[in-house]
Each structure stands twice: as C-alpha cells, then as structure tokens.
C-alpha cells in the first residue's frame, strides 16, 4: 500500500519514484540515498527550482560533520547528483 497520495511509478529498493513530489517525500528519498555511504543526521533546507528539488542534509563521515546538497527530478523521483 503507498502511502503517499500521488501515482507511484516504481518502488525498488526503498527508491520511491512518483510525480510530482512534496517536500517530505523528496526529503526522504535524499536521506534514504545519502544513507548507503554516510549516518545522516537531519535535513537542514530543502527547496524546488526548475523542477529539481536541491535538500541539503548534514551527514557524518568518520566524525566529520558536512552538508551535502542532493539534487531531485521533481516529475520523476529520480536522484540527479550530489555534492
């Protein structure tokens, strides 16, 4: 059962690929992402232009504390980077 009120497209891997997301759910999709490779400790900003939802989150890398910015296609869900 989805529980988010918009059409999923795929789930795969706890990736959920919808359309036309919400702040939450890109927030969730960048912390689920940025958890593979860091221990993420809370999103700091998140904000939609052109269609790309830009979350910043604080992670934690062998004590080191950095901001990393995950870039979201909003229509489709899809990570597009991060720095």
Do not use: H
């Not at 999923?8 to 919400?22: A, P, T, Y």
């Not at 958890?35 to 830009?54: A, G």
């Amino acid at each position: 059962m989805n529980k988010y009120p918009v059409q999923v497209l795929d789930l795969r891997c706890r990736g959920i690929f919808v359309l036309g997301m919400n702040k939450q759910q890109a927030e969730e999709i960048a912390r689920n992402f940025l958890s593979q490779n860091f221990s993420v400790i809370r999103t700091e900003k998140s904000r939609l232009l052109d269609q790309t939802w830009i979350v910043e989150v604080l992670v934690s890398s062998y004590d080191k504390k950095t901001v990393k910015k995950v870039k979201i296609n909003n229509e489709t869900g899809f990570v597009m980077g991060f720095d």
